[in-house]
C-alpha cells in the first residue's frame, strides 16, 4: 500500500540516495497534477471546445517562461559541462531558429484551437492565478539555492505518463484535435526522462545533509503546487462555478483589441 507523503515528518538524520529518490517519488505519485479533476476532464474528453481553448491559452505562459527559468539557472552553474546539458532545454523550447522548439509547436496547437496567436503571445487573457503561479515559479528558480532549483525540475519525473494519457484521450473524444494540432507533446516524450534523469542524478549526488535533502523534497512539492494551483483556476473559472476574472479571456471573439 502506498503511503502518504503527508506522514513524512521532516527529515532529522540524512537519507540513502536510494531512498531519497524513493521519496521523491512518492512526492510525485501524491502531488503531482495528474490526479487533478481538470486534468481528468481534459483526458476523458468531459471539456467543451471553450474549456480546452482556456486550457491552451493559459498553459503558453507556463510554456514560454520556461527557457527564462531556465536561462537563469544557468547563470549560477560554475561548470561548463553542466551548462551545457542544462543549455539543450533551451533549445527544446526555443528552437535553433524561428519556427522551430516547443514554444512554437505549443502556438501550433493554440492556432489549431482556433486561438488568435496575437492573443495567445501577449498573454493579456490568461487568468491572474496563472501568471502568480508561473511567477512564483520563475522566481523560485532564481532567488532560492542551486540544489532547490534543480529539484524543482523534477516534476519531469512523472510528466511522460500524463502526456500519454492527454495526448490518447484528446485523439480519441475531441474532434477538433489531431495528431499535427498535439505535435508538442511526442518529442517530450523522450526530453522529459532525459532532462528529469540528469536533474535527479545531480540532487542525489549533492543532497547529502537531512537539510539539503529535505529541501529538495519541499521544492519538488512546491512546483506540484504550482501545477496544481494552474489547474485549479481553470476549473474554477471555466467549469465551476464557472467565474471568469474580469480582463481574463472568457471564449468570445476580442473586441476593440481587449479581452472581452
Known amino acids: 500500500m502506498s503511503l502518504s507523503f503527508e506522514n513524512y515528518p521532516d527529515l532529522v538524520e540524512p537519507l540513502s540516495m536510494v531512498a531519497l529518490e524513493a521519496r521523491l517519488r512518492e512526492v510525485g505519485e501524491t502531488r503531482y497534477h495528474h490526479r487533478h479533476p481538470f486534468q481528468l476532464m481534459l483526458q476523458n474528453g468531459e471539456l467543451d471546445k471553450r474549456q480546452v481553448q482556456a486550457w491552451a491559452l493559459n498553459r503558453y505562459y507556463y510554456q514560454a517562461m520556461i527557457p527564462i527559468k531556465d536561462a537563469s539557472l544557468m547563470a549560477r552553474l560554475d561548470d561548463p559541462e553542466l551548462r551545457r546539458t542544462w543549455r539543450s532545454r533551451l533549445v527544446d523550447h526555443d528552437g535553433e531558429a524561428p519556427?522551430?522548439?516547443?514554444?512554437?509547436?505549443?502556438?501550433?496547437?493554440?492556432?489549431?484551437?482556433?486561438?488568435?496567436?496575437?492573443?495567445?503571445v501577449s498573454t493579456r487573457g490568461i487568468l491572474p492565478a496563472t501568471?502568480?503561479?508561473?511567477?512564483?515559479?520563475?522566481?523560485?528558480v532564481r532567488d532560492r539555492t542551486l540544489l532547490e532549483a534543480i529539484a524543482s525540475s523534477l516534476t519531469e519525473l512523472f510528466s511522460p505518463m500524463v502526456i500519454g494519457q492527454r495526448v490518447r484521450g484528446m485523439l480519441e473524444h475531441y474532434d477538433f484535435v489531431s495528431r499535427e494540432t498535439l505535435a508538442y507533446f511526442e518529442p517530450r516524450l523522450t526530453q522529459a526522462p532525459r532532462d528529469a534523469e540528469m536533474a535527479l542524478d545531480y540532487v542525489k549526488r549533492h543532497a547529502v545533509r537531512a537539510d539539503q535533502q529535505q529541501a529538495v523534497i519541499d521544492a519538488l512539492r512546491f512546483k506540484c503546487s504550482v501545477l496544481w494551483a494552474m489547474l485549479d483556476a481553470l476549473q474554477h473559472a471555466y467549469v465551476t462555478p464557472g467565474q471568469v476574472p474580469l480582463g481574463?479571456?472568457?471564449?468570445?471573439?476580442?473586441?476593440?483589441?481587449?479581452?472581452?
Not at 99 to 120: A, H, M, N, Q, Y
Not at 131 to 140: G, M
Open 99 to 120: 519556427g522551430e522548439g516547443g514554444i512554437e509547436r505549443w502556438l501550433k496547437l493554440t492556432d489549431g484551437l482556433g486561438l488568435s496567436r496575437e492573443l495567445v
Open 131 to 140: 501568471r502568480f503561479a508561473v511567477e512564483a515559479y520563475t522566481h523560485f
Open 248 to 260: 481574463a479571456w472568457n471564449g468570445e471573439p476580442e473586441r476593440g483589441g481587449q479581452p472581452t
